[in-house]
Nanobody, 116 residues
Framework: QVQLVESGGGLVQAGGSLRLSCAAS????????MGWYRQAPGKQRELVAR??????????DYADSVRGRFFISRDSAKITVYLQMNSLKPEDSAVYYC???????WGQGTQVTVSS
């Protein structure tokens, strides 16, 4: 069983940056593909960034809405996954979750609010 704890959210002005962190426990090493998802009020949860490990190489891909502004990474021990968010926009406001791709049990998430 994997437990995921997200942190790093907060209130930021448009154009600002935040770095989210996701600490994992449990059988994390068996998960090659991890992602950051977000859910805004009244909207479906969406996958915005994914990182897939193949040997010593990590591959990242992004939703069109965040490509070039958000960057996903993970440490070499594959214990922590990060999401660097730059040039934030009000439409990025949501609860952000990390999870496997496809997802397992959800954590609490971390709230990101971008003011205009």
């Amino acid at each position: 069983q994997v437990q995921l704890v997200e942190s790093g959210g907060g209130l930021v002005q448009a154009g600002g940056s935040l770095r989210l962190s996701c600490a994992a426990s449990g059988s994390f090493f068996s998960i090659n593909s991890m992602g950051w998802y977000r859910q805004a009020p009244g909207k479906q949860r969406e996958l915005v960034a994914r990182i897939t490990s193949s040997g010593q190489t990590n591959y990242a891909d992004y939703a069109d809405s965040v490509r070039g502004r958000f960057f996903i990474s993970r440490d070499s021990a594959k214990i922590t996954v990060y999401l660097q968010m730059n040039s934030l926009k009000p439409e990025d406001s949501a609860v952000y979750y990390c999870n496997a791709v496809p997802p397992l049990d959800w954590g609490q998430g971390t709230q990101v609010t971008v003011s205009s």
